[in-house]
């Protein structure tokens, strides 16, 4: 009897092994098991745009939770009042990388997501904004949205990915010698970085300039402006430049 024992004593062993292996099996399920709900600001909270002094604004929402309790992460989209957003108008990741329940939005992109909503200078007008959550490679919207009243200030809110400047007052008289000044990129780790800032070093002397977002005169030429409280503007007039004559960093 001892001897049979000692011969199946090795078979017994694996079988007992796989037994306890196949109890220990844990399968990775990241399926979207719960969404959560919008809770900061408050459907239809209104919100009066001020680029230049006004504080950010913070939407809030519940934790979505994965069936393995894993990471997910949230992206906020905005869209026009009666859409689905499925073609949104404007997509951020939340704070922290989309790591975060949370989305802290500067006066800058709420006046970019207001023009992008049709939203014109001066006026009012709404957005709806909802949360997409995502594990692994499930992604879900919220089923619920909120709305929001923007009040846009005047100015402009989106702009090219280049400006340039010409005129009596600059190294190149004809748009199609016009001075290049481009958009500063964001290259650090920072979310609070404000879009459409341009700069250039070049030189300048009294006269005047018009700012422009091409060289090519037979293209479509948007022209922009500058008015004395230092605004940039739409349209096709000339800016004034008074001091003196030398290299300057715009």
């Not at 919220?142 to 846009?152: A, G, H, M, W």
């Given at each position: 009897m001892k001897a049979f024992i000692l011969k199946y004593l090795p078979i017994l062993l694996c079988l007992l092994m796989v037994a306890s292996c196949a109890k220990d099996e844990y399968t990775l399920d990241t399926t979207i098991v719960e969404l959560g709900a919008l809770t900061e600001p408050a459907n239809g909270t209104s919100v009066d745009?001020?680029?230049?002094?006004?504080?950010?604004?913070?939407?809030?929402?519940?934790?979505?939770?994965?069936?393995?309790g894993g990471l997910i992460l949230y992206k906020v989209l905005f869209d026009k009042v009666g859409g689905d957003f499925s073609e949104p108008i404007y997509v951020m990741p939340s704070d922290n990388k989309g790591g975060s329940n949370a989305l802290t939005i500067s006066p800058v992109y709420l006046n970019i997501i207001a023009a992008s909503a049709g939203i014109e200078q001066l006026t009012t007008g709404k957005v709806i904004w909802t949360v997409e959550a995502s594990s692994a490679f499930h992604s879900?919207?919220?089923?619920?949205?909120?709305?929001?009243?923007?009040?846009?200030?005047?100015?402009?809110?989106?702009f090219p990915h280049f400006m340039y400047?010409?005129?009596?007052?600059t190294e190149g008289d004809e748009v199609s010698l016009a001075i290049a000044l481009k958009?500063?990129?964001?290259?650090?780790?920072?979310?609070?970085?404000?879009?459409?800032?341009?700069e250039s070093v070049t030189g300048m002397q009294p006269g005047e300039y018009y700012i422009t977002d091409s060289t090519n005169p037979e293209s479509v030429v948007n022209y922009y402006y500058v008015k004395d409280e230092v605004r940039i503007r739409a349209g096709n007039t000339h800016s004034p430049f008074s001091v003196d004559e030398r290299a300057y960093r715009l």
């Open positions: 745009i001020d680029v230049e002094n006004g504080p950010s604004i913070t939407l809030r929402w519940t934790p979505a939770r994965s069936a393995d879900q919207r919220f089923e619920v949205k909120n709305e929001l009243e923007l009040t846009r200030p005047e100015g402009l809110a989106v400047i010409h005129g009596s007052a958009e500063i990129a964001n290259e650090l780790p920072d979310d609070n970085f404000a879009p459409g800032i341009f």
